[in-house]
């Protein structure tokens, strides 16, 4: 006979999980706050190598998905190679987090910045902004960065599941002068609208395939369901909209990459621009992916769900509370 568990115990047991994956975190970052730096992103390699041993699904998913992206471009031991170092990467991310001080306290030596100026161009244009990139590099770095150099950003960003793991991550960027807007949250939408008359930059990371308002776009060759926010916010608002990227350094620290902006056609079908827009936010990341392979998130399940049949906004996933500010209402 199979046994079942009730609702309340699944609950309960949810709840130990969450708060043990919160306590191993702030555990992993006291001690890791321990050594110095060097110490730490030598520790990340060795950590981040036997993780893609032992995590088999996520590897081979990894691998997987470098076939998809670079087909027989990639030679077998090339593709488990590119695997490897991605994990790697998510290990000197982490523990480039737990020495966030260390890291701010030199941050002028640690971060070379090419294409600033567009950046300032989009300050001085008062209107607030959209900067898009991917799970590249260290982008919780990148949000730093911008915010100790005076930019105020807005981080759009899910709700991680394990609630105090998500707090930890919120109180994180918090320190940095990086705020968090929950999408989840009943109060988004009057964040946002705040954060853009305050001049701020929205940070969002649109490489993935999730749960909100999306349209079929392609990456890497594929219909790929991406997130229309990032486009939606920037046309109906009638804000510039930027990608920017980061990326390791062979001698240490990171370079940071601010491209020119997208070019919004004026006018025209709302649909038929967002899909061009974000088609155009696509190219930009697929290019950085195509140029630094070996840190970006491979094992996520970027072609999950099958493109929509007319390449159109997802119907499962309205607009709901954001639909005033995407809208440009408000």
């Not at 030199?106 to 910045?113: N, S």
């Not at 749960?211 to 997130?227: C, D, M, N, Q």
């Amino acid at each position: 006979m199979k046994f079942k568990t009730s609702p309340r115990l699944r609950r309960g047991v949810r709840r130990l999980k969450n708060g043990a994956v919160a306590a191993g975190a702030r555990v992993s970052l006291w001690l890791l706050g321990r050594l110095s730096l060097e110490q730490a992103l030598r520790l990340a390699d060795v950590v981040g190598a036997v993780v893609y041993r032992v995590l088999r699904k996520s590897r081979r998913l990894a691998i997987e998905h470098l076939h998809i992206a670079f087909g027989d471009d990639l030679t077998a031991a090339a593709r488990a190679h590119l695997a490897r170092a991605s994990f790697i990467n998510i290990a000197r991310c982490f523990f480039e987090l737990a020495k966030i001080d260390e890291i701010r306290a030199r941050w002028e030596t640690y971060f070379e910045v090419e294409g600033w100026e567009h950046a300032q161009a989009m300050l001085t244009a008062g209107k607030g902004a959209v900067i898009v990139t991917g799970h590249i590099g260290n982008w919780e770095l990148l949000a730093a960065y911008f915010a100790w150099r005076g930019v105020p950003v807005a981080a759009i960003a899910r709700r991680i599941y394990a609630v105090r793991l998500n707090q930890i991550l919120v109180d994180f960027r918090s320190r940095q002068g990086v705020q968090t807007i929950l999408r989840e949250s009943p109060s988004s939408a009057r964040q946002i609208l705040k954060a853009l008359k305050a001049n701020s930059v929205l940070a969002m990371l649109i490489d993935q395939d999730t749960h909100a308002p999306s349209i079929s776009v392609p990456f890497f060759g594929r219909l790929a369901r991406t997130p229309a926010a990032a486009a939606s916010l920037a046309i109906r608002r009638d804000i510039p909209a930027i990608a920017v990227f980061i990326r390791r350094r062979p001698g240490g620290g990171h370079r940071i990459t601010v491209k020119p902006p997208f070019v919004i056609e004026p006018g025209g079908d709302l649909t038929t621009g967002i899909r061009s827009l974000t088609r155009q936010f696509n190219a930009a990341i697929e290019e950085q992916i195509r140029e630094n392979p070996a840190e970006w998130v491979w094992w996520h399940r970027r072609w999950r769900r099958a493109p929509m049949a007319h390449l159109d906004l997802d119907r499962d996933f309205q607009y709901t509370v954001q639909d005033a500010v995407l809208r440009g209402r408000g």
